[in-house]
């Protein structure tokens, strides 16, 4: 059982007189019953929170509250705040200035014993006995007992020590489908042959690539297929993104619970005054250089990044929208710009880059609409896997992205399985046999469920239940697993796939 012993301070406006004192203490014993039992279930009453400790000294009250599970210590202490501005307002004419916790010591059960040390913001001191956890917690506003901070404090602690144990097992992975086999025509690296014939070149920045004509066409053609194939067919229509994406939008959207280390923040200039940029500009003018340490002086704070994935801004744009239920399914896409991810030492090729472009289909409708969604836009996927790319592929069900930023792994119930993630994966025969190799995942197709619709408060007129979901297109990704299978030769290429690429540009001789 979790124990919970908060001491907090109540600062008054002013002094209570001794007789003061007396009576509240009088209140206090005589009718905070219901303070502390409200939210206990009946056959938990060994859990009730209990007052330890009442001081009254000059202008301050001191309470020390021990609670369980149910009505924590913190919620008691807001509770016992109300209780307390009542009486003193009404009969003292004194008001509480200021609710501080002074100590808040959280006495947890563990299961498994953490094996290194943990350590989490907020929290002083993290020590382990036997079988139980003691974080020590000290000088708390009224905001950090207010806002669920400990309650979240509480459900970080132990996802951390769950981490521990299956750290490094990787995510979930779990075949759902298989294309038949394809005889490969190449076993050689896609990007490797790029280069060779010039189509490509790397940089100027990290996990960055020019793309020259031929290549663009390919990139340009797998966009219009997944356009005219995918898109248009099932009804989805065009928006523009946003492609700088402030804080505001990934604190609704949970990308700030693990993708931090992937982000390209973005700040802006402190002004756009020339003469506070003068240093800067005459440096230049002398010395042909960038002055990084100078121009960092010149920036603000991050505002926010660069698009990680595309949906974020799309959800924000029918923030607190109330929608014609004849609306529904709403379909969008965004393809306006490109993503970028600091993959640092993770990155390969074309196909796992900095800076790539991603089509990001967007849905938001009632369950079965979803439903429905979904197996409609794999059948036209399988349709262009199949019989335009002609290549070798298979889907899987993986942890949903939603999850596996936050460190979770597991997957959703089984009777649930209309919710997640399918990831689709090409076979890349130079990275070796189909059994042995690693597949690339190309893009994938998720159903989040509500999470998002209720994050930005997305309603429907009927008030219905609404979900949503997304799928992301990597058109690098598309590319690498149709030329890793059918090679650079255009000459080889499927007769549905040279219909969308139409010339192919010739490339410029270098000599
Ligand atoms: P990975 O496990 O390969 O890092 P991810 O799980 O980070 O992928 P998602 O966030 O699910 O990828 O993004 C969806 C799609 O975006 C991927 O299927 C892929 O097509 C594309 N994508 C993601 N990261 C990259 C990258 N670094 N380079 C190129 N395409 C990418
Ligand atoms: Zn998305
Ligand atoms: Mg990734």
């Not at 994406?245 to 619970?257: A, C, D, N, Q, Y």
């Not at 923030?319 to 993770?346: C, H, N, V």
């Not at 159903?447 to 992301?472: H, Q």
Request: glycine residues 6%; charged residues 30%; neutral net charge.
């Amino acid at each position: 059982m979790m124990k919970l012993r908060l001491t907090v301070d109540y600062l008054l406006s002013r002094q209570l007189e001794e007789e003061g004192v007396h009576k509240l203490k009088d209140y206090i014993s005589r009718e905070s019953k219901e303070i502390l039992t409200k939210g206990v279930p009946k056959d938990k009453l060994s859990e009730l929170p209990k007052i330890i400790e009442l001081n009254i000294s000059k202008d301050v009250i001191t309470v020390e509250i021990e609670s369980g599970t149910f009505a924590r210590s913190h919620a008691v202490a807001l509770r016992l705040k109300n209780f307390l501005s009542m009486h003193l307002g009404k009969e003292f004419k004194i008001g509480i200035k200021k609710v501080t916790g002074i100590t808040y010591t959280l006495n947890l059960d563990l299961e498994k014993i953490p094996k290194d040390p943990i350590t989490i913001p907020f929290v002083d001191k993290i020590s382990i006995q036997d079988n139980k956890a003691i974080l020590t917690l000290k000088d708390l506003d009224e905001e950090f007992l207010t806002k669920n901070y400990v309650d979240r404090i509480i459900n970080l602690f132990y996802d951390k020590v769950e981490a521990q144990f299956w750290g490094g097992k990787g995510e979930h992975w779990e075949i759902i489908s298989k294309s038949k086999d394809i005889e490969p025509l190449t076993n050689k690296d896609p990007t490797l042959e790029l280069l060779a014939k010039g189509w490509l070149k790397q940089g100027p920045s990290q996990g960055q690539w020019f793309y020259h004509a031929p290549v663009a066409a390919l990139l340009r053609t797998m966009e219009k297929i997944a356009v005219q194939e995918i898109l248009n067919p099932l009804g989805f229509t065009e928006v523009i993104a946003p492609k700088m994406v402030p804080f505001e939008i990934w604190e609704k959207t949970g990308h700030l619970s693990g993708s931090e280390p992937e982000i390209y923040y973005v700040s802006p200039p402190i002004s756009r005054d020339a003469s506070v940029w003068e240093e800067v500009i005459d440096l230049y003018k002398i010395t042909k250089k960038a002055y990084v340490d100078k121009i960092r002086e010149r920036m603000r704070n991050p505002i926010g990044g660069m698009t990680y994935a595309q949906c974020p801004p799309m959800y924000w744009a029918f923030e607190g929208k109330t929608i014609d239920d004849s609306e529904f399914p709403l379909k969008m896409y965004d393809k306006s710009g490109p993503s970028y991810r600091w993959e640092a030492g993770g990155r390969q090729g074309i196909e796992r880059v900095n800076e790539f472009w991603r089509i990001e289909p967007l849905f938001i409708g009632y369950p079965d609409q979803l439903i429905e969604i979904k197996e409609k836009m794999m059948e036209r996927y399988a349709y262009v896997f199949d019989k335009i790319f002609e290549i070798e592929w298979r889907t899987a069900w993986v942890t949903p992205f939603y999850m596996a930023q936050s460190g979770q792994i597991g997957i959703e119930k089984e009777t649930e399985r209309i919710k997640g993630t399918v990831d689709y994966e090409s076979w890349i025969p130079s990275r070796g046999s189909r059994e042995e190799s690693e597949w690339l995942e190309f893009q994938n197709l998720s159903i989040v469920g509500d999470k998002y619709t209720k994050a930005f408060s997305i309603k429907s007129s009927k008030n219905k239940e609404l979900w949503s979901g997304c799928s992301g297109i990597g058109l690098q990704r598309w590319t690498v697993s149709f030329l890793a299978q059918k090679g650079v030769d255009p000459e080889n290429w499927p007769k549905e796939f040279k219909k969308y690429l139409g010339e192919f540009p010739k490339h410029i001789k270098f000599v």
